[in-house]
């Protein structure tokens, strides 16, 4: 197998879909590996640390599609990737097509065979490929939305409060692993925490942990209205796998909020389950 490691071109996506530790598993068992110049040098990954391990440098991205038969990336492909795809090909992405309907019917169009990374699951249901992404996403969510909220660009909430100041309100609507870990890492800030779900399975197993402020709720067109009105920071984590994330937020709910709060939509990449929310870049 000859397998291509173009370098992701989507704005500020500074991944790469092999590191040298994966190039050189595939070179051990007998395949090639093509990356394209400088594709891990968002993740301060050399050329020549990938030279070392058995991977050949090609100088543009049509020499990877030219002479590979598995392209791995991270994200979905753009316009201009799409078009050097061909019958022959097999990709391996994270897709989220249901938020991108025009490169699905692209991809359908090339003949080639794409598999979406975030629809590999396990025999339990699990979603392994995925999950990695989920618990940095969730992290980073709460990170994000905290520094949101700081002052001139929020209500100046600090999450966990201080001596005499109540800390601030954390709803994550979701308790997969994205939004476990947005939990997680909102509790650990001292704030106070609400995570609903549908499926009170996962809820009983966050009672388990006997975190500090946290209070599992199963969720309900009225707890949510009920509880996101009245937060600083709503994280949305809601998937369906391999399906658009249903609306679960509306935009009179949105107005509702107090001026200032802060929305964190994870489920973004799958449609986003706030009515609001738009796909944007960090630039």
């Keep these: 197998m000859i397998v291509g490691v173009p370098r992701e071109i989507k704005t500020e996506e500074y991944r790469v879909a092999l590191t040298p530790v994966g190039v050189r598993e595939l070179v051990v068992n007998g395949h090639r590996v093509l990356v394209e110049r400088d594709a891990g040098t968002g993740s301060s990954i050399t050329d020549a640390a990938y030279e070392s391990v058995g991977a050949e440098i090609v100088p543009r991205a049509a020499d990877v599609f030219g002479g590979a038969n598995l392209i791995v990336k991270v994200k979905e492909p753009q316009p201009s990737e799409i078009s050097m795809l061909e019958p022959r090909h097999t990709l391996f992405t994270y897709l989220h097509l249901a938020a991108y309907p025009d490169k699905a019917r692209g991809l359908i169009e090339s003949g080639a065979t794409a598999i979406a990374y975030e629809t590999v699951q396990l025999a339990n249901g699990a979603l392994p490929l995925l999950a990695p992404m989920s618990e940095i996403a969730g992290?980073?969510?709460?990170?994000?939305?905290?520094?949101?909220?700081?002052?001139?660009?929020?209500?100046?909430?600090?999450?966990?409060?201080?001596?005499?100041?109540?800390?601030?309100?954390?709803?994550?609507?979701?308790?997969?692993?994205?939004?476990?870990?947005?939990?997680?890492?909102a509790v650990g800030m001292g704030a106070q925490v609400v995570i609903l779900?549908?499926?009170?399975?996962?809820?009983?197993?966050?009672?388990?942990?006997?975190?500090?402020?946290?209070?599992?709720?199963?969720?309900?067109?009225?707890?949510?209205?009920?509880?996101?009105?009245?937060?600083?920071?709503?994280?949305?984590?809601?998937?369906?796998?391999?399906?658009?994330?249903?609306?679960?937020?509306?935009?009179?709910?949105?107005?509702?909020?107090?001026?200032?709060?802060?929305?964190?939509?994870?489920?973004?990449?799958?449609g986003g389950c706030i009515e609001t929310a738009r796909e944007t870049t960090h630039s």
């Design 197 to 270: 779900d549908i499926n009170v399975a996962p809820l009983r197993h966050l009672e388990e942990l006997r975190w500090g402020r946290l209070t599992t709720v199963t969720s309900s067109t009225l707890a949510i209205e009920r509880f996101v009105a009245e937060s600083d920071l709503v994280i949305g984590a809601v998937l369906v796998p391999g399906a658009r994330a249903p609306i679960v937020v509306t935009e009179d709910l949105v107005t509702a909020m107090r001026p200032g709060s802060v929305m964190v939509d994870i489920s973004i990449d799958q």
């Design 139 to 185: 992290r980073m969510a709460v990170q994000a939305g905290a520094h949101y909220l700081e002052r001139p660009r929020g209500r100046g909430v600090l999450l966990g409060g201080v001596p005499g100041v109540s800390p601030g309100k954390v709803t994550v609507l979701g308790a997969g692993m994205a939004g476990r870990n947005a939990a997680m890492i």
